[in-house]
């Protein structure tokens, strides 16, 4: 991206570009919805990044299965485009689609022990392989994050990292609000006991 | 009735130490960052969607809602036209960077976008779909020329010669 000269100011800035994004993203969707995959390809590359961002704060970056989710997160989104509304920006949706990809992902292994409330049979679980990445603090709340029990994890993630309100947690994990509110408290008492106070 | 207790529980008001919780929300939001997978995922995804069909658009719900969206592409297409009539002539020699034609690129791509997406609701005839989806290729690629290079004014004008085919076809789609 270029940069805009001086003389325009940091937000307009930032909201020119967010708005040029966002209008790319239309065309480029409009297009894919049509049949288009030289143009979904561009999306991908645009935002490939940001939804494999957010499934593997939710399932962990446990490797292939994150990945795997982010592929099916946008085989959906092609299958799902032609009735895209354009209600929302491309992004927006997009970022939804990831989260909702993810969640049924931690839903199918509600059976299963990572899913249950048992947080201390899941020590361990999930760890976040992010060496390399951001400094040794946040590498340690990744870690700590990761290690929380499955449902506490996503309602934290979702809220405190994402910015959802518990309204629409709930709706997206099928739970009372109140159930939301809940685990969010519980998921924070446990970080930061993971954590050792520190945080 | 728990409300109160709930919302101090969020703010992180009354748990265990105000600030150690006001830290620990501000750390988790800057988690919020985007992470490249480490493998291109494309090539897997492109072997995928050439088996997966897509969902059939929601086609309009009868012949008297197609009027709608025309009549609003018309007057987008008056207003647009308007403007551009309105701006001042190119700028022949024009600033090495100039915010403006980002800007008018960026409003005449909105105006055209709601104008889509009110046809969008209407019946449109499937031959079109591929001549349709190069000129919103095109378009989105003068719109990332524009934000590379904003001094460039005669790309305003080939955007809105863009939309303004795309809009022309979308009409003569919706209205036969």
Do not use: C
């Not at chain 2, 591929?130 to 020329?145: C, K, M, N, T, V």
Request: glycine share 6%; hydrophobic share 45%; proline share 4%.
């Amino acid at each position: 991206m270029t940069m805009l000269t001086a003389a325009m100011s940091e937000s307009m800035t930032d909201t020119t570009t967010a708005e040029v994004a966002a209008t790319t993203d239309a065309a480029l969707a409009r297009s894919a919805a049509a049949g288009d995959a030289g143009a979904f390809e561009s999306i991908y590359r645009r935002h490939a990044g940001r939804v494999h961002g957010v499934i593997v704060r939710l399932v962990g970056a446990q490797g292939v299965r994150a990945e795997d989710l982010t592929q099916e997160a946008f085989v959906r989104a092609w299958q799902a485009l032609p009735k895209f509304r354009f209600e929302s920006a491309v992004s927006t949706w997009l970022h939804r689609l990831a989260v909702t990809t993810a969640l049924m992902e931690l839903r199918s292994r509600r059976g299963g022990p990572r899913f249950d409330e048992d947080e201390d049979a899941l020590d361990g679980l999930g760890m976040a392989d992010s060496a390399g990445n951001g400094t040794a603090l946040s590498m340690d709340l990744e870690r700590a994050v990761a290690t929380l029990p499955p449902r506490a994890r996503a309602v934290l993630v979702l809220h405190d990292v994402e910015g959802w309100k518990h309204e629409e947690i709930a709706n997206e994990l099928g739970m009372a609000v109140g159930s939301s509110k809940a685990q969010l408290h519980r998921a924070r008492q446990l970080l930061r006991g993971r954590l050792g106070g520190e945080a | 009735m728990n409300t109160h207790n709930d919302n101090a529980h969020d703010n992180g008001v009354h748990d265990n130490g105000t600030q150690v919780d006001e830290t620990l929300r501000w750390q988790l939001r800057g988690l919020r960052r985007d992470l490249e997978p480490q493998a291109d995922l494309w090539p897997g995804i492109a072997a995928r969607i050439a088996a997966a069909p897509q969902q059939a658009a929601t086609v309009g719900k009868s012949r008297v809602r197609r009027f709608a969206p025309w009549a609003m592409a018309a007057s987008v297409l008056l207003a647009v036209g308007v403007v551009w009539q309105m701006m001042p002539a190119a700028q022949p020699q024009a600033p090495a960077d100039n915010p403006m034609i980002r800007q008018q690129a960026v409003s005449m791509a909105l105006d055209y976008e709601r104008a889509f997406a009110h046809l969008q609701q209407a019946d449109t005839h499937p031959e079109m779909h591929g001549a349709f989806g190069e000129l919103d290729r095109s378009a989105a690629q003068i719109l990332s020329a524009i934000d590379a290079d904003p001094s460039a004014t005669f790309l305003l004008e080939q955007l809105r010669r863009t939309y303004a085919r795309r809009l022309q076809l979308t009409q003569r789609a919706v209205m036969t």
